[in-house]
């Protein structure tokens, strides 16, 4: 079917609605679901070039599939790289990002208080492997710089990072990197691209939990990673086709529909998480907040510079200690047991709201003293902020809270 190209230059919100493969014969208006795992060819000749890549069309589903294709296509015009790839989870994207830009003997700097799974795969499994990597600081670009090695091939950063929301200034973090002829890779599944846009301040390569905000209603697992035609497709896609990483069209669907209302969810959980944090702030039960958007964030600044101005849907809190005794992981736990509409679970960019504990949960396979080094301590209480009124959250959380001796 023949049908006009999008014209340049269009915004990302009309993007997220129309960026797609082009309709079948049969005119579909909703992207199709492409559910086959091969596609029949016309004759031996045409199966032949395209299983070697000398024409384009589709063979089998691990190498291509067009409603993947599609996913892939309007991510990267939302994250405005080149091309992206889309992965079976999160973690499959930073794997394959690590499997394909490093080798034995190199080194990766990375930040000292992202997701659990992250700081186990590279501090612990890819050693394996012959690779090292330096945790530091998030927020200390000097650090950053001290732990570059002449064998460091790679900056891995996560910004906001879950649960406590520090940032790292991407801009500063490329210039670093670029100055060493190394690597820069941001994981951007807390902001996505609605907030910020990591490729357009230097970044080399973007990577998602696509089972995050996302996809936005928890239904199915998914990841990507965002960046150069070069390096995405050539070098990571060509990996990928042999290793198996790929996102099955089912949930590639699924995301897919999801981007169409990213924009809206995002900036209303935003709107609704600031709220919240400015709320919880002045509860005398709660010691400290985490949230970008809060004046008392120590980079307020910079995630409002950096966020579009919006501070996300994830917050975190501290309880306070008690005078008349119980430890602060029993007093986190009964704030979160106490709640009945908020969903305890440790995903998050849903749009119900969920709450963890992240010292027993996304993180409670770290050590003690990773734990403490990431700031995570058992008083940390996560929130992910969703689409519920603004007044049945509050009351949610005050019913443990108000009850703590």
């Not at 129309?18 to 060819?41: C, D, I, K, N, P």
């Not at 928890?218 to 198996?244: I, P, Y």
């Not at 964030?297 to 950096?306: G, V």
């Amino acid at each position: 079917m023949n049908e006009p190209l999008l014209p340049a230059g269009l915004h990302p919100d009309t993007l997220a609605v129309r960026e797609a493969v082009a309709r079948s014969q049969w005119g579909e208006h909703s992207e199709a679901l492409y559910l086959t795992s091969s596609f029949v060819q016309s004759d031996c000749e045409s199966a032949a070039r395209r299983f070697a890549n000398e024409e384009p069309g589709y063979t089998y589903t691990r190498t291509a599939n067009p409603t993947v294709a599609s996913f892939e296509r309007r991510l990267a015009a939302l994250e405005g790289t080149e091309c992206a790839l889309a992965t079976s989870t999160g973690m499959a994207a930073i794997l394959l990002l690590a499997l394909t830009v490093l080798r034995s003997g190199d080194h990766v700097v990375a930040s000292q208080s992202m997701f659990g799974s992250t700081l186990k795969l590279l501090g612990s499994e890819m050693t394996r492997f012959g690779i090292e990597t330096t945790f530091v600081p998030q927020t200390d670009l000097h650090a950053w710089q001290a732990a570059i090695r002449p064998n460091t091939r790679l900056l891995f950063a996560e910004t906001p990072t879950n649960p406590l929301t520090d940032l790292c200034d991407i801009a500063a973090l490329a210039g670093i990197a670029h100055a060493h002829g190394v690597l820069l890779a941001v994981d951007n599944s807390f902001s996505s691209p609605v907030l910020q846009r990591p490729a357009q301040l230097g970044a080399d390569i973007v990577v998602y939990s696509g089972t995050k905000i996302l996809e936005g209603q928890g239904r199915v697992m998914a990841g990507a990673v965002c960046g150069t035609t070069a390096l995405v497709d050539k070098v990571m896609g060509t990996f990928m086709r042999s290793a198996g990483l790929n996102l099955s069209p089912f949930n590639a669907w699924v995301v897919l529909k999801g981007l169409e209302t990213l924009a809206l969810r995002v900036r209303a959980q935003s709107a609704a998480a600031l709220a919240l944090a400015t709320w919880l702030q002045e509860h005398p039960r709660v010691a400290r907040v985490y949230y970008p958007g809060l004046a008392s964030h120590p980079q307020h600044a910079l995630a409002m510079r950096q966020q579009s101005g919006l501070g996300g849907a994830v917050l975190a809190f501290d309880v306070a200690a008690g005078g008349l005794g119980g430890g602060l992981r029993e007093r986190a736990f009964h704030v979160i047991d106490s709640t009945r509409v908020c969903s305890i679970t440790a995903n998050l960019g849903d749009v119900k709201t969920t709450i963890t504990h992240p010292a027993s949960t996304s993180h409670g396979r770290l050590t003690e003293e990773q734990r403490r080094a990431a700031g995570i301590g058992q008083g940390l209480v996560r929130v992910s902020v969703g689409l519920e009124h603004l007044d049945d959250l509050k009351a949610d959380l005050s019913r443990g809270l108000d009850s703590l001796a």
